[in-house]
């Protein structure tokens, strides 16, 4: 699976180029609409085409994401995967209760994360060490919250609360606490 | 003069509040008291700004949330509203040739908003209430975190903003749908019909047309008060539900806060939060945009009649986009998440690219226009927009929410490009187009001032916005505390932004009181003498 990271990546690229044309186009405007010149207004035509530039570019954004990016069919499917490994996760008065101290995983796993809360909304997601979000989701007492992620290279996550709880819930980090390892580590 | 003589008479003494009508009057105390909260909002703004590149023990982390809780509600329930309201509820009557419904209920609305504004912030200050907007439950209901007193009064400050909301709303079809004493008797249900966009939707469907009896702008701000009345509801009836259980906690019972659904809750209430962000905003703007392109050109808009489809589509668009917020909710239906947050969501591009188009392309048919200050702030305002709606709409799609869910990317390059430059630059360009008609004509006191106004707040708004984006691109979450620099050149950079934010508000600040004088200040506060 692509590695968010690339994503973003692209994400990055892409909108710092249509921030940079489209400020031309507005200063460019600026500068002509003062100035004056043959055309004495934009035919329908144009506006037309226009229209359905959006529509294209409106559609067109998410059936490019739902194809290159890898997570999204596995999201809106989850039911029809079957994890390799699942880890069951409780939130209850600010803390993270984990099934074990450091939990593991092995390159290649399609992993389950299941995270129950019993008071408050929260948030879970996962950190590189530099700090970049690999991935989150909302966490909501009273209903399943459960992501699939599959790993495709080794690395040492920490995991934070990505949604706010009230102060206490700036110190909800549990660090390093999730690791990807090499497949045949294990033994 | 003097410039000390300006400072207490305004410039050349040309302003002259005695006499202004009431309805000027009153809008211009709308004006002041937006701007006045448009201040707080700007500091609290750079309290958050220092805090998220080092806390300082000054500001606790309650204190923080707090201020971070009551910062967008100041900006725009006291700010964006009041002027708005002020705007609207002079504008409406000025375009229909007609007087206002009733002046002692936009006095009211005045002193609601007002009012309201500065218990809630006031609450938040003492009491530290900070559930942030409340729309994570039972996190409004946590009382081992929040004084349910302190909560309780924040609410109550909220809810008579409600009320101002339902009062302008009442006077605002009230004035389209009355007719004025002593006029020809005017069809009620026609007028209504025509603000609200059935007319257009039937002459869509039947060969025989009827001619719409409301101009586009005034269209706008009724089709736009339809949400605001949805979302005024919406809030009201949360308010008293958290009331509930505050008066509950007071009185000695825990009640049980497993009773309310959480994501029912937070789907409820992002609905109705909605209806303001991607609905009136909206709305609102396009409306405001067709008013000063016409204005500024004195020409008719191009393609009027799909002007006013689009602001209808708006609508409709706008009661069915919520599920955009919960992207990253897995209960949320997976029928929701694409029809309502990815498909119609991607909407709004089109309407907002709409009005962008035809707001363009109306001045450009009327070129060479002069560069004046309205045209200025119109073009800075509409450049906003056409960078926080793509940015909006790209974080409204299942695969990048996953990496971009409160993140600082939403709420720097889609939240506060949207509000900072598209929003607030479009109100003063409105306000610069409005200055000498409120005021019969007064002077402003610098051109120099209101160009570095311009610039200021246009590089500090964008700056802004695009430092916070590139933090959150690299995993910085919105809504938190970072101890150990993580993200400091970010957010140094944003913080340098901020300041040219500052310097552009205290800039205009200035030059409205050297305009009118510290005495037309006063002037404006006190009753008026002229008939409306």
């Known amino acids: 699976m692509v590695d968010s990271s690339v994503v973003l990546y692209g994400q990055t690229i892409a909108y710092t180029f249509y921030c940079l044309a489209i400020i031309s186009v507005m200063a460019w405007f600026a500068y002509g ?19 359905i530039l959006l529509a294209i570019l409106g559609v067109s954004l998410h059936i490019i994401t739902y194809s290159t990016i890898p997570w999204v069919k596995v999201d809106l499917n989850r039911a029809d995967y079957k994890p390799d490994k699942a880890f069951e996760i409780t939130i209850e008065n600010h803390q993270f209760r984990l099934p074990s101290e450091k939990m593991v995983a ?35 007492p009273g209903h399943r919250n459960d992501l699939l992620w599959k790993f495709e290279k080794p690395g040492v996550y920490t995991i934070r609360s990505t949604e706010y709880s009230g102060p206490k819930g700036v110190d909800m980090i549990i660090r390093n606490s999730f690791e990807v390892i090499e497949t045949g580590r294990f033994n | 003069m003097t410039i000390i003589d300006t400072l207490i008479a305004g410039e050349q003494a040309l302003f002259k509040p005695e006499k202004l009508t009431p309805m000027q009057k009153n809008t211009l105390r709308f004006v002041i008291i937006g701007l006045i909260y448009y201040g707080f909002a ?51 009557p000025f375009l229909m040739k007609r007087p206002l419904w009733s ?15 500065f218990i809630f912030w006031g609450a938040g200050f003492i009491s530290h209430y900070a559930p942030l907007y409340t729309l994570y439950w039972p996190l409004p209901a946590d009382f081992s975190q929040f004084s349910p007193l302190g909560g309780a009064v924040f609410i109550l400050g909220i809810a008579l903003i409600m009320v101002a909301a339902f009062l302008f709303i009442i006077n605002i079809f009230a004035t389209i749908t009355t007719t004025p004493e002593g006029s020809e008797k005017q069809p009620s249900g026609a007028m209504l019909s025509s603000a609200l966009g059935l007319t257009g939707l039937r002459n869509l469907f039947t060969g025989k047309k009827k001619e719409h009896l409301v101009s586009l702008p005034v269209a706008a701000i009724a089709r736009g008060a339809i949400d605001m009345a949805l979302n005024s509801g919406v809030i009201l009836f949360t308010g008293v539900l958290i009331l509930v259980y505050m008066v509950g906690s007071l009185l000695g019972y825990d009640l049980r806060r497993t009773a309310i659904d959480a994501l029912l809750y937070k789907n409820w209430f992002w609905w109705g939060l909605d209806l303001i962000a991607d609905g009136l905003v909206l709305i609102f703007v396009a409306g405001t945009w067709y008013l000063l392109a016409t204005l500024i050109t004195g020409k008719n808009l191009f393609m009027q009649n799909i002007a006013r489809a689009a602001l209808f589509v708006e609508l409709v668009v706008s009661w069915t986009v919520w599920s955009h917020h919960l992207l990253s909710d897995q209960a949320q239906p997976a029928i929701l998440k694409v029809v309502s947050g990815e498909m119609v969501t ?21 070129r060479p226009l002069k560069m004046t200050n309205e045209l200025r702030f119109l073009l800075g305002g509409l450049l906003g927009f056409s960078l926080a709606v793509p940015a909006g709409i790209m974080q409204a799609d299942v695969g990048l929410n996953r990496i971009l869910h409160n993140t600082q990317w939403v709420v720097g390059p889609h939240v506060h490009v949207a509000v900072l430059v598209g929003l607030t630059m479009t109100l003063y360009s409105a306000f610069y187009l409005l200055f000498p008609i409120l005021t019969n004509g007064a002077k402003l006191y610098s051109q120099k001032l209101a160009t570095f106004h311009f610039w200021a707040h246009l590089a500090g708004g964008i ?12 995993g910085m979450l919105r809504r938190s505390i970072y101890f ?11 913080g340098l932004s901020g300041c040219l934010l500052l310097a552009a508000f205290l800039s205009l600040f200035f030059n409205i009181i050297m305009s009118v004088g510290l005495r037309g200040v006063i002037g404006i506060f006190s009753p008026a003498k002229a008939e409306t």
């Not at chain 1, 299941?114 to 970049?132: C, E, I």
């Not at chain 2, 002046?103 to 504004?117: E, I």
């Not at chain 2, 591009?349 to 009005?355: F, P």
């Not at chain 2, 150990?484 to 944003?494: P, S, T």
């Open chain 1, 106 to 140: 092995s390159v290649g796993d399609l992993v389950l994360f299941d995270v129950k809360s019993n008071d408050l909304t929260y948030g879970f997601g996962l950190f590189r060490k530099d700090n970049s979000m690999l991935f989150q989701m909302q966490v909501i």
């Open chain 2, 463 to 474: 700056g802004m916005g695009a430092f916070m984006g590139m933090a959150g691109l690299n």
């Open chain 1, 33 to 51: 609409v003062t100035r004056t010149g043959k055309m004495g207004g934009i035919k329908t035509g144009v506006f037309y085409s226009f229209v």
């Open chain 2, 484 to 494: 150990n620099g993580e993200f400091n050149v970010f957010m140094i950079l944003a």
């Open chain 2, 346 to 366: 991607a909407f709004e591009m089109m309407t907002q690219g709409l009005a962008f188009f035809i707001t363009l392309a109306t001045l450009w048919a009327a």
């Open chain 2, 103 to 117: 002046y002692k209920l936009a006095v009211w609305t005045m002193a609601l908003v007002g009012a309201g504004t």
């Open chain 2, 42 to 92: 700007v500091v609290e703004g750079m309290i958050m700004r220092i805090y998220e590149i080092k806390p300082f023990p000054l500001v606790t982390q309650s204190q923080f949330f707090a201020i971070m809780t009551a910062h967008p509600l100041v900006g725009i329930f006291g700010s964006s509203y009041s002027i708005v309201f002020g705007a609207f509820l002079f504008l409406v």
